[in-house]
């Protein structure tokens, strides 16, 4: 994140923040900027005739935003169409999933060039709405337009949790374990080879996780429903800045084991620890219940990685040693 | 509108209508593809305990998604920041106003080069939120990116409108008069103006309908509650091609009188008839409740364009002669 946008976005939310009551006609914003969504509860109009004060829904709204631009997010020449499709909604989805959330809609904003050919569309959508549909997602619009330079696209999505149960960032607390899902970095590896221009090498597996990675929208909901999860963030910038955003929502530091760090043995600690795109999930867990806590979930490992701490100190133990855990990566707001 | 652009937004609303029940979780969607926004109702949870099948709301959602981008609607060296940031919102704003809503929540998706200049960004928000101020609109949230080339915009507004209230593009009868707010035009003749390179000798009213157009909101929200108008959309694209996308949508054929079409004196023809970025309203009215519609709301005027009749043709009245209506423009959807 260059300098104007981190002024940007500090600038923006603080405008936000004193622009924005906590309640507009029925919909009250229970929380804004700071979280993967913006959680909604619906309550009843200020004309309600009715004399009970209960919420109007049961369930809280979630929205999510995410851009995905190419020379950006993606190269055109590296990646195929069915794969920018995918991954366009799958941002917004691990935004879902990290607010133990299930997607209902979304909206795609989408501006491409001129030239773009017909196929090269027809795989984009492909790619898309087969995420859609296994997501049980419907389009319900968005907008398009030409574009001057490269692909464009804008994800919106909104999902539904039960009132008062979305999870967020801001609910861990010292003694909490920390874990994650699946395994880290390999969004990463896949980058990184793709950059020393060997494509036509590497096998599709290696490929998969930065190509198509899979939104954890069966774990995340099932650690809402058990009441796992006290704190919750998905893994789009990176294990370190991931976890400093949760802990700083949260006003907590965190220790975190090296070893215990799931990886792929092809895979560098720096891209478990500093890649981007895994789109796994990383969560806190009471101590007293981590024993409730499944292994593996849909298939997919749950790691217990370390602990939440007091103070503010994110520290990495390598070898019985506390080390200050850098903390690199991308920033959105 | 390009060939690719055209195929695309034709087999995304196939598709998605495929896609898309009307019904995920607690949100009916009542609305999709082919309207100013898109609509939902918040129903009962199917697993709900209530014995009653009433709505869980008494209010339906109302959701729009905006692009803007440099280079394609809007250019910097001709556009003060401020002005960009008011446009931003200014669009989705008045999609809400089309269906009749009241907006509440905005989220901006914002994507600028590094080399931005902090001042154009500071600019570029007060712009943005004082049109979010006087509209009663708070940012929710958002996000930010880097862009490869010019300034990318992505806004979504929420809003909401009393249940199965919404004023749709396809309530329009055979027999209904026309109507439209404003003045036309005056966006496309201070682009053209613009595009002339004489800026500097361009009197600040000259370019306030390109630069600082005003949503329609409360002439929107005023034509619902009154029950007024049967049918309703915005003027984004220009006269034309927007009034051909509210028969087609309605079923039905239009004819409009030339002297009719509100402009100023210095407005070709050609502006008002096809000129985009006016965001004035177009909308229709059951000729028995015309009486009932002032000739001005909030300071705008409201005038009589022509009526809706039987068939699917589009008519221009010129001296009593009957021309067909070319419908030019910009095409989303």
Redesign the interface.
């Known amino acids: 994140?260059?300098q104007?946008?981190r002024?940007?976005?500090e600038?923006?939310r603080a405008?936000?923040s004193r622009?924005?009551?906590a309640r507009?006609?029925?919909?009250r914003?229970r929380r804004?900027?700071g979280d993967d969504?913006?959680v909604?509860s619906?309550v009843?109009?200020s004309d309600?005739r009715r004399s009970d004060s209960r919420p109007?829904?049961?369930?809280d709204?979630l929205?999510?935003?995410?851009?995905f631009?190419?020379?950006?997010?993606f190269r055109r020449e590296w990646q195929p169409p069915a794969s920018v499709g995918h991954k366009v909604l799958a941002r917004g989805l691990s935004d879902i999933a990290a607010m133990g959330g299930?997607p209902?809609?979304a909206?795609?904003?989408?501006?491409?060039p001129?030239q773009?050919?017909?196929k090269w569309?027809?795989e984009f959508?492909r790619g898309l709405?087969q995420l859609?549909?296994t997501s049980?997602?419907?389009?319900?619009?968005?907008?398009?337009?030409?574009?001057?330079?490269?692909v464009?696209a804008?994800i919106?999505v909104?999902g539904?949790v039960p009132r008062n149960t979305a999870v967020l960032r801001s609910g861990a607390r010292p003694g909490d374990e920390i874990w994650v899902t699946g395994q880290l970095g390999g969004a990463a590896l896949a980058l990184a080879a793709l950059r020393k221009r060997k494509k036509a090498s590497l096998a599709a597996a290696t490929l998969q996780p930065l190509f198509y990675p899979q939104p954890r929208l069966r774990i995340g909901r099932a650690l809402r429903e058990r009441e796992l999860a006290s704190a919750m963030i998905d893994l789009s910038d990176g294990l370190s800045i991931d976890l400093a955003r949760l802990c700083k929502e949260s006003g907590v530091g965190a220790r975190i084991e090296e070893a215990a760090i799931p990886r792929s043995a092809r895979t560098p600690l720096d891209c478990a620890l500093h890649g981007g795109e895994d789109f796994e999930l990383l969560f806190t867990v009471r101590s007293e219940r981590t024993r409730l806590l499944s292994r593996r979930i849909g298939g997919v490992p749950l790691t217990r990685i370390g602990r939440i701490v007091r103070g503010r100190k994110l520290e990495l133990m390598r070898g019985g040693k506390a080390l200050p855990l850098p903390v690199r990566g991308f920033e959105?707001?």
């Open positions: 994140m260059h104007t946008e002024q940007f976005v600038r923006l405008l936000a622009h924005a009551p507009r006609g029925t919909m914003l804004g900027i969504c913006a909604f619906i009843p109009s309600s109007d829904s049961r369930n709204l929205v999510t935003t995410d851009l631009l190419e020379g950006v997010h299930v209902r809609y909206f795609l904003s989408l501006a491409f001129k773009t050919p017909a569309m027809d959508l709405l859609a549909e049980g997602v419907a389009l319900a619009g968005g907008d398009t337009s030409a574009s001057p330079s490269g464009v804008d919106m909104m539904e959105h707001f």
